[in-house]
């Protein structure tokens, strides 16, 4: 059974300088590389791994589980990271010119930000997001009331 201490390190990547060591945390990593993602033009949303998506999208926000649950999942090592992205993109976009958007984003943002050399970014786009499908809303009736 592994220690807390060599469970941290497993999620974590060590950066050393004459002044002492910086842990990063693998989801400090992910939060990076999902805020990257949002900021390319044609991403509608990230998408959730795995099953019970808008459940985990909760569970993740009131219980902090893993980056996986927010549509990004990143492995770190010790200069190196990997990313893996799930996305909706706006219907009529170019998918690989936001793909390479995203690439050189992530990577720009996670070299810029933690030192890692970005080895490989994959997206898969799972759903195409049509803005005319959004309902709008009509304003709600005030009923009057039942009695004075």
Wanted: charge should be negative.
């Amino acid at each position: 059974m592994a220690k807390d201490s060599d469970k941290n390190e497993l999620q974590t990547t060590v950066l050393q300088s004459d002044m002492g060591k910086t842990h990063i945390h693998r989801e400090v990593v992910a939060k990076i590389a999902g805020l990257a993602v949002r900021e390319v033009e044609g991403v509608h949303s990230l998408v959730p791994f795995g099953t019970g998506q808008r459940i985990s999208s909760l569970a993740y926000s009131v219980s902090g589980n893993d980056m996986k649950d927010l549509g990004v999942v990143v492995e770190v090592g010790e200069f190196e990271a990997a990313v893996d992205v799930r996305i909706i993109t706006a219907y009529g976009v170019s998918i690989p010119e936001v793909a390479r958007a995203i690439q050189n984003n992530v990577s720009s943002r996670i070299k810029t930000m933690t030192g890692l050399k970005v080895k490989e970014i994959n997206i898969e786009v799972v759903d195409l997001y049509f803005a005319q499908d959004e309902k709008v809303k009509e304003p709600e009736l005030v009923a009057e009331p039942r009695v004075r």
